[in-house]
């Protein structure tokens, strides 16, 4: 439930590993808040790192992570994310259209904090040419004005360096010309920028992979309710435009549906700046309401309170 990062990189490892999967939607389009972010991930001792020379001892990221974290850092959960990050890069290079570029030369964000890095840590999602979706184009969530120029995604790192000095650089000129002329012809035959970049270029990968995998893609599929035996999940109850169906599953059912940047009652619950008057602003997408945090709570799960705003 739910088709942004989390949620296809799941439904494509489970029909890897000869599962049947239903990719559930409740917008119109693909992607979530992942389509409209920047497409980085933050994974020490990438395997694009360890085959450059650039791997490093883990203590090295627990140091960086336990001073950004503080007292709410949790050693199972660190240790289980610096161990299987790498591996989940080398599985999706390997089997699927996922690629992603290393960040030679990103450092971490606080890096005056103990641990932190000055490059190496970080992959982003490597340009991919929308065209290979095929139909799917249609159903790719747009990135942002605010990261777009006339709507065309602009890459961070080079892409942006030659938009930033196109007008100071010959060279700088020729790529920006070359991207514009590309983009307009795309918007005439196309009706959308199919040079894709950032975490549009990386909701492409994923829906590619996952189309290629034999995963059912349904827009316009909003979860109502998670169906139960007892105590045990059993599917979901499903709202689209044929009507309500109740999809039974034999193995599983995962939500990922992202966070609650537009649920009021919860921001104001669990964030003091909300709670004391001022709104809370988010680039997340309108339908990002926290459903999927409530039929969780349906289940007897709960929402932690202890993670660091």
Do not use: C
């Not at 439904?11 to 049947?20: N, Q, V, Y």
């Not at 893609?217 to 599917?235: F, I, K």
């Not at 008057?277 to 969780?296: F, I, K, M, V, Y």
């Amino acid at each position: 439930i739910g088709s942004g990062a989390a949620g296809l990189a799941a439904a494509i490892t489970a029909a890897a590993r000869g599962l049947k999967v239903i990719v559930a939607e409740q917008a119109a389009v693909y992607g979530g808040t992942t389509a409209l972010s920047g497409g980085w991930l933050w994974i020490p001792n990438a395997p694009h790192a360890v085959a450059a020379g650039q791997g490093e001892d883990p203590e090295n990221a627990r140091r960086y992570l336990r001073a950004v974290i503080g007292n709410h850092y949790d050693a199972a959960m660190i240790d289980a994310f610096l161990e299987a990050g790498p591996r989940m890069l080398a599985f999706f290079e390997a089997e699927t259209e996922v690629s992603f570029a290393p960040g030679s030369v990103v450092p971490d964000f606080h890096g005056n904090l103990p641990g932190a890095a000055t490059a190496w840590r970080s992959v982003v999602a490597a340009p991919y040419d929308g065209r290979r979706l095929g139909p799917l184009i249609a159903r790719l969530r747009p990135p942002i004005p605010e990261t777009t120029f006339l709507g065309m995604g602009i890459a961070s790192g080079h892409d942006i360096r030659m938009f930033l000095t196109a007008l100071r650089s010959p060279r700088a000129f020729a790529h920006v010309t070359g991207r514009v002329l590309r983009h307009l012809r795309d918007l005439a035959l196309h009706r959308r920028g199919l040079q894709l970049v950032n975490g549009n270029a990386l909701v492409a990968r994923l829906l590619r992979s996952a189309a290629d995998r034999g995963v059912a893609l349904w827009p316009e599929a909003p979860a109502r309710a998670l169906l139960r035996d007892g105590r045990r999940v059993t599917g979901a109850m499903l709202e689209t435009p044929a009507g309500r169906i109740a999809v039974r599953a034999r193995r599983g059912v995962v939500l990922a549906t992202g966070g609650f940047p537009r649920d009021e009652d919860r921001l104001a619950a669990l964030l003091p700046h909300v709670a004391g008057g001022t709104p809370h602003r988010s680039a997340a997408p309108a339908e990002n309401t926290g459903d999927g945090l409530r039929l969780a709570e349906t289940a007897g799960g709960h929402v932690s309170e202890t993670q660091a705003h």
